[in-house]
């Protein structure tokens, strides 16, 4: 574990060369409801598995998913396998990894570009990075 309380930041694509070659790694989406319908999901069929969605923060309030650390356990994550969160940009992904990470589960990644990166010159998200821009497989529900 880094300083930081959770096992460090990855690039998405770090990401998903780990998760390639360790068929144990799991990827948590941490984005609401509205984030997952509304602007895509990624898509882990390629490596024959499915990510795992479970809200970090609850709509529209916002207010952090009491339980959620019992939830990733509910969903059969154990403790030593390696967790990589997502979320738009990084930052709800991080709070998630250190929480995890104090439930003793991880090691936890964070993605630090998230889904859509960073807002572009013109303030929109999903042009210069994170999951989509790179062009790693991603699905629109």
């Known amino acids: ?25 799991v990827l948590i989406d941490v984005r609401t409801m ?33 339980d959620f650390a019992a939830a990733v356990g509910q969903q ?7 967790v990589y969160l997502l979320c738009r940009s990084g930052v709800r992904s991080r709070s998630a990894a250190i929480a995890l990470t104090e439930a003793g589960f991880g090691p936890c990644y964070n993605i630090a570009e998230g889904f859509e990166g960073n807002k572009d010159a013109e303030g929109h998200r999903g042009r ?3 999951w989509k821009a790179n062009n790693l497989p991603w699905q629109q529900q």
């Open 1 to 25: 574990m880094s300083d930081q309380g959770y096992a460090g930041d990855k690039s998405v694509t770090e990401t998903y060369a780990d998760l390639k070659n360790d068929p144990n790694a």
């Open 34 to 66: 509205a984030e997952w319908q509304f602007v895509g999901v990624p898509d882990l069929t390629e490596l024959d598995r499915e990510a795992m969605f479970i809200n970090w923060q609850v709509y529209p309030q916002m207010e952090i998913l009491p």
């Open 76 to 82: 059969g994550v154990k403790p030593g396998q390696a």
């Open 128 to 130: 210069t990075g994170g």
